[in-house]
Every structure is written in structure tokens, then in C-alpha cells.
């Protein structure tokens, strides 16, 4: 009997060819801006003691009441694969005895997560983020400089085109817990209508309720009280404080009173960029402060703020905007008979020594290698033919303009690294 034909487990998919590339592209861009901004990458555990996650997350959020992918090793200890780095990151700031002294520290990472959703477009069970972290700076220039690395990557990609700033502030514990009793309040008198989840977030985290996805609580939290009459006088100076800053940094924001973030440990600003472009996977980048995580990780007080964003979301707006990044188009080096194969491997390093993408084939005539360079796309064919070596030269075939010239080899290698050229 043949054995049966595997499938990628479900919910997780391969990076191959164009996928790849939008995925390379966006997460180099990222590393790129992020190392201009500051940051230095860090790279944490894939799994992590599920008390990590189970502590920070918050008891009520979806992420830590459904979607974990928890299990014990053979050791009977309780681990789960990440399903968002914040936690680790703070983690890890606490076991690597950083909290005291070089603070604030300013993190960028990149790499998979896990959640165990519902799999649809731009929604996976391993699908990966990158992320920035400040760690240990209390000041709203913080959060604005945070959100303006992130608007910086997507222009960098060229993606910010319908993509807006929403933001909003969920105060400090004063302005919260006024806030709280006051949504208790009104949804009280509405908890008949209320989903069965939310009935549940009623009781234990009411702000919970403005994130629901259920279309019957959509309408009520239409009418629901907003944070901004509750808010202390510190509370609001912060908020204005981040608008201000944002300005300066020229980012466009819009405030939407209604965004809530999934995980129970943030405080003032709460963001997320979003985009019509993507349907129900509208929100591309999402974050905000979160002064009580590293302390619940056995650190100090540490005020922190950062942002996640999902890379196949942003993989999926550059192929939106038709800007998939192009394989590299090779030089093809073609031997023709026996004593041209010794020259053309000493050229095809030389080329690629000299920074070029140089390909040879690993059998076939001049006819079958050049197949192969046209299927390749490469730009330019090199062909060397025992007469040409003995003369020291190399026929240049372009591949595009289907010109050929004949050059030495040294000025071939020169040639084809000029990039216009070739
Ligand atoms: P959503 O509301 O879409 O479920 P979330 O609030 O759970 O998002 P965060 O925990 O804030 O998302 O994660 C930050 C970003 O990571 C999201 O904005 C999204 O781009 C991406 N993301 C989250 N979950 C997934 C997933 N299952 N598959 C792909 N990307 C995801
Ligand atoms: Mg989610």
C-alpha cells in the first residue's frame, strides 16, 4: 500500500517562493528601521513554563481561555508554545538580570507564535509577528516613538496606503476602575442581549465586552459610555502627552474609543493599525503600555510599551499592492565542452565573490543549459567555449536584449556586477 500523502497540520502553512519572499521582505524591512530607531534583537524561547503566559495574559482573555497549545514534557512539567512574544521578552528581562541599570532597553523581535483559532485567510494556528518592546520608560514619548517606528516600517513597504492609526486610552487604575463600574452599569441593564461570552466577560473583565466580534454586542457597545469621562487628570494629561508626540513624528491617528486590547495587561494607550483591505483580518499592528508585566514576571515596577504585528498580514498587503518582491535573476554560466569546465567554475566564484548571483548547471549541452537559464529568468548567459578560453575570452548574452558580445574575462566580471548593465 503507498503511504498516505502528508498535509501541513492544520492551520500552519510552508513559506515557499513568492510567500517566502513577502515574509523575508517584511521581516528585513522591520529589522532594518527598528535598528535605526535603536533597537537591538532579541531571540526567546519558542516554548516557555506556561505560568509565563498564564500569569500575564490574564485569565479572561481569549488567547489564555482557548487558544494555547499547553502540554506536559515527558518531565510532567506544564509548557505552551508562545502565542505572542511580550511575555517572554519581559521574561527575560527579569531572568537575565536586567531590570537594574541600562533602562530603558529597546527590543525587536522577529519569529513564529502559536494559537489554536479557527484557520482562514490571514488567520493561522503558526503564523509569526515582529514586534518592538520599550522596556522601562515611563514617558508618553515612548509610546508615540514606538507607534512611529511602526508606521515607518509599513511606509518603508510601501503598505500605510488605507491603513489608519486608531488609538485610544484605557487610563490608569483610577480612571479604570470608575470606567469599569460605569460599563458594569450600562451593560447590566442589557445583559439579556448580551452573547454567552460576553455574559462571562460581564462578570469577570467587563472592558473585555468592547472587543467581542459577536454582531448583537457590536450594537450594544455602540451606545456604550466611553472611557473619557472617567479619565484622572493624569490619565488624560498621558493621552495628550502620545497625541502630541505623534504629531511631531508626523503620524496620522485617529481616536476610536471602542479599541480594547486582547490580553488583560495593558494601561493608557492602547493601538492598532487596521486596514479595510483584509476583510475580517483587518488589524495588521496592534500594542500599547503595559505598566504591570515585568512585575508579575518577579521583576520591579518597569512601565513598558510595544506593539505586535502578524507578518503574513503584511505579507498579504504587499501582495494587495502588487509589490511582491522578484526572485534574483541569475548569471548563468555555461561550459561548453570538457576543458571549458575547469574556467567556468573559476569564473562563477570570482562572480560570486564580486557580490553576483551566478548559477551553473549541472549537466547538459549548450542547448539543455540554456533552457534551464531562460526557465531560471536569468538576465545574462556566459558562455565559454574552448576556442574563446584559449583566446582568453567569454561570450556575454544577454538575456533580455538578446544582444551578444564577446569580453575578457576580466572585464565579464566587471561587467555583469554593474547592475544596469549585464
Ligand atoms: P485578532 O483580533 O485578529 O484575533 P489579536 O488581538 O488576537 O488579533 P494580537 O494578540 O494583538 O492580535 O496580535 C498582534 C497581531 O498579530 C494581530 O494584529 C495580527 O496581525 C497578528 N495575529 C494575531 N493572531 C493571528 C493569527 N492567528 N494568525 C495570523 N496573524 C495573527
Ligand atoms: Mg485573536
Not at 109 to 127: D, L, S, V
Amino acid at each position: 500500500m503507498a503511504p498516505t500523502q502528508l498535509q501541513p497540520a492544520r492551520g500552519t502553512h510552508d513559506l515557499i517562493g513568492e510567500e517566502f519572499r513577502r515574509h523575508h521582505q517584511v521581516v528585513e524591512t522591520a529589522r532594518r528601521i527598528a535598528t535605526l530607531y535603536g533597537f537591538e534583537e532579541w531571540v526567546t524561547p519558542i516554548f516557555e513554563d506556561t505560568r509565563v503566559f498564564a500569569r500575564s495574559l490574564g485569565d479572561t482573555s481569549d488567547v489564555v481561555t482557548k487558544e494555547m497549545y499547553t502540554f506536559e514534557d515527558r518531565g510532567g512539567e506544564s509548557v505552551t508554545l508562545r502565542p505572542e512574544n511580550t511575555a517572554g521578552v519581559c521574561r527575560a528581562l527579569v531572568s537575565n538580570g536586567l531590570t537594574q541599570g541600562g533602562l530603558p532597553r529597546k527590543v525587536f523581535y522577529a519569529g513564529p507564535m502559536f494559537r489554536y483559532e479557527r484557520p482562514q485567510k490571514g488567520r493561522y494556528r503558526q503564523f509569526h509577528q515582529i514586534g518592538l518592546e520599550i522596556l522601562g520608560a515611563a514617558e508618553p514619548l515612548a509610546d508615540a516613538e514606538a507607534i512611529a517606528a511602526g508606521w515607518h516600517i509599513q511606509q518603508e513597504l510601501g503598505i500605510d496606503d488605507g491603513t489608519v492609526l486608531e488609538i485610544n486610552t484605557l487610563g490608569d487604575g483610577p480612571s479604570r476602575d470608575a470606567y469599569r463600574a460605569a460599563l458594569v452599569a450600562y451593560f447590566q441593564q442589557h445583559a439579556e442581549s448580551l452573547s454567552a461570552d460576553s455574559k462571562v466577560r460581564l462578570e469577570k473583565n467587563p472592558l473585555r465586552i468592547l472587543d467581542s466580534k459577536d454582531k448583537g454586542d457590536r450594537a450594544l457597545i455602540e451606545g456604550a459610555p466611553t472611557i473619557f469621562a472617567y479619565l484622572t487628570p493624569e490619565a488624560a494629561a498621558f493621552f495628550e502627552g502620545v497625541k502630541r508626540h505623534l504629531d511631531r513624528f508626523g503620524v496620522p491617528y485617529r481616536v476610536n474609543p471602542r479599541i480594547v486590547r486582547g490580553l488583560d495587561y495593558y494601561s493608557h494607550t492602547a493601538f492598532e493599525f487596521v486596514t479595510e483591505k483584509l476583510g475580517a483580518q483587518g488589524t495588521v499592528m496592534a500594542g500599547g503600555r503595559y505598566d504591570g508585566l515585568v512585575e508579575e514576571m518577579g521583576g520591579p515596577p518597569t512601565p513598558s510599551v510595544g506593539w505586535a504585528a502578524g507578518v503574513e498580514r503584511l505579507g498579504l498587503l504587499l501582495e494587495v499592492a502588487g509589490s511582491t518582491p522578484a526572485a534574483a535573476r541569475p548569471v548563468a554560466i555555461i561550459p561548453v565542452g570538457e576543458a571549458a569546465e575547469g574556467p567556468a567554475l573559476d569564473l562563477l566564484q570570482r562572480l560570486r565573490r564580486a557580490g553576483v548571483v551566478a548559477e551553473i548547471g549541472y549537466k547538459g549541452n549548450l542547448k539543455r543549459r540554456m533552457e534551464r537559464a531562460n526557465k531560471q529568468s536569468a538576465r545574462a548567459a556566459l558562455i565559454l567555449g574552448e576556442d574563446e578560453i584559449a583566446k582568453g575570452m567569454v561570450q556575454l548574452r544577454n538575456l533580455d536584449a538578446g544582444t551578444q558580445e564577446s569580453l575578457t574575462l576580466a572585464e565579464v566580471v566587471a561587467r555583469v556586477a554593474a547592475p544596469a548593465r549585464g
